[in-house]
């Protein structure tokens, strides 16, 4: 097939070569007879030479045309095909991009639904050991409100127990750490001395009962002497009767007897208005300016409200809110250190009993098994 772009080659359009006629050969010089017919001959054998030449030059040239045109017929042939193998391929793209476009669309809906999935499994695919993983938080959690409650290690003790044969019995390597954590929550919270809390309250009522005997700061206590207690005595002179005045002494006169009389009751007077003078005036240290400054009716309310406080202790103390009460005794312990005589033994008293209190509520802290909850938190992150 040829190529429409290539002009066709025509074989007609090259004129054959003319053999060239003996007439158009140069003339040649005459020769001498003696040559005789050799130029002819000459001649004619260069004329077939010629012939000869110019016929195969030209069968050659037929030979190339013929060349020619066939390697256009392929060459037109070729373009052809590979045209059509080019929209051949093109469609070929095409397709394979539309059906790149669809595997694609395919592809992020399977991976959408792969993540989907794998969100799936992850919410339903629970395991034996992360169910008992949670329900051993669970179970310690409920043991440490009922402790708390309750006053009493022994539920929370239980159910650490109780969580430590559950893990043996599991055997998982993996919960080996929660195991050991176990066991040093118990031995820590055996170990842990807890007061009781009932005889707390009952000491509490104790205090209550003697806070009405305690003496006040600006309270007037009797006047108290080095000497015995000198008693009262009436400034009135007895009268002499004439029998006594006629009597006679026996080892002292009556002068003797009156000076004597004079002595004892000069004594006994000075030192009673002695007592009676020092119970007027007090000198004393206050730091609490207003303490002494306290009306009668504001001691009642004082006492009262006292009372109050430590009530509130006692209810707080029965209900296991240990932070409570102490904040309750630490306010009753000021008012009794600023309102009260510190002096007093009754006082001082009342006071050790509130510190002893105090401390004892904070040794009463109940221990936690933090150990064990954060071993199970490790345990349940990790699966």
Known sequence: MADPDLPPISTASVPPVPPVPPAALPAQPALP??????????????????????????????????????????????????REQSARAESLVQDLQVRLGVAEVRLSEVSLQRSQLDELMLTVSRTRDDSLVQDLESTLRLAQQQAQLTGSVQPLISALQSA????????????????RAIARDIERI????????????????????????LPLLNAVAPAQSNGPEVPAVAVKAEPVTPAQQAAPAAGASAWQRLQSWWFDWSARAWANLSARGS????VHRVDQPEA????????????????????????????RQLGTASADLRAVEATLQRYFDGQAKPTQLALETLQGLQRDLRLNQLPDPDDALAALAAAAGGR
Request: charged fraction near 20%; aromatic fraction near 2%; charge should be neutral.
């Open 190 to 213: 055996q170990a842990a001395a807890l007061v009781d809390l009932p005889a707390l309250a009952g000491r509490l009522d104790e205090l209550i009962g003697q806070l009405d005997e």
């Open 164 to 179: 430590d044969q559950r893990i043996a019995r599991a055997a998982q390597p993996r919960l080996n750490p929660v195991q």
């Open 292 to 319: 002494m400054l306290l009306a009668p009716d504001q001691e009642f309310f004082l006492r009262e409200n006292t009372k109050l406080k430590l009530l509130n202790a006692r209810l707080a103390l029965l209900a």
């Open 33 to 82: 007879p003696s040559s005789g017919g050799l130029l002819p001959k000459l001649a004619l054998g260069l004329a077939l030479l010629a012939a000869g030449a110019s016929a195969t030059l030209w069968l050659q040239l037929q030979a190339v045309r013929k060349e020619l045109a066939r390697r256009s017929s392929d060459t037109g042939t070729l373009v052809t095909e590979a």
């Open 279 to 282: 119970e007027l005036v007090r």
